[in-house]
């Protein structure tokens, strides 16, 4: 089984930075290891539906970012510690919202949330004016 714990929400003031962590743990006996996932951060305000905000391939080097976060947020992997990590830089309150993140083992890996097969339980990132 995947289970998945994001880490790191806070509030915060506009232009300020939160940097998230999520974990992703698997059976030792499993077919798959943390690091054959693609993996994303998705967010959604209640009400509203859920958006991805970034993902990263198995090569840690593919990235891609919604053109909302793009030069201000930062996604990144160590597959060693099964960890993924999302650097959120200027933040502004319209990135306030919950923040999940996500993995799945489909050959494409895309930001739509509906491709993701294990999510977290998310974390609370509040930036006020």
């Known amino acids: 089984q995947v289970q998945l714990a994001e880490s790191g929400g806070g509030s915060v003031q506009a232009g300020g930075s939160l940097r998230l962590s999520c974990v992703i743990s698997t059976d030792t006996s499993a077919r798959f290891t943390g690091s054959d996932y693609c993996m994303g951060w998705f967010r959604q305000v209640p009400g509203k539906e859920r958006e991805g905000v970034a993902r990263?391939?198995?090569?840690?080097?593919?990235?891609n970012y919604a053109n909302s976060v793009k030069g201000r947020f930062t996604i990144s992997r160590d597959n060693a510690k099964d960890t993924l990590f999302l650097q959120m830089n200027n933040l502004k309150p319209e990135d306030t919202a919950m923040y999940y993140c996500?993995?799945?083992?489909?050959?494409?890996?895309?930001?739509?949330?509906?491709?993701?097969?294990?999510w977290g339980m998310g974390t609370q990132v509040t930036v006020s004016s």
């Open positions: 996500a993995a799945h083992r489909s050959s494409l890996c895309t930001i739509y949330p509906t491709w993701y097969e294990y």
């Open positions: 990263i391939n198995l090569n840690p080097g593919d990235t």
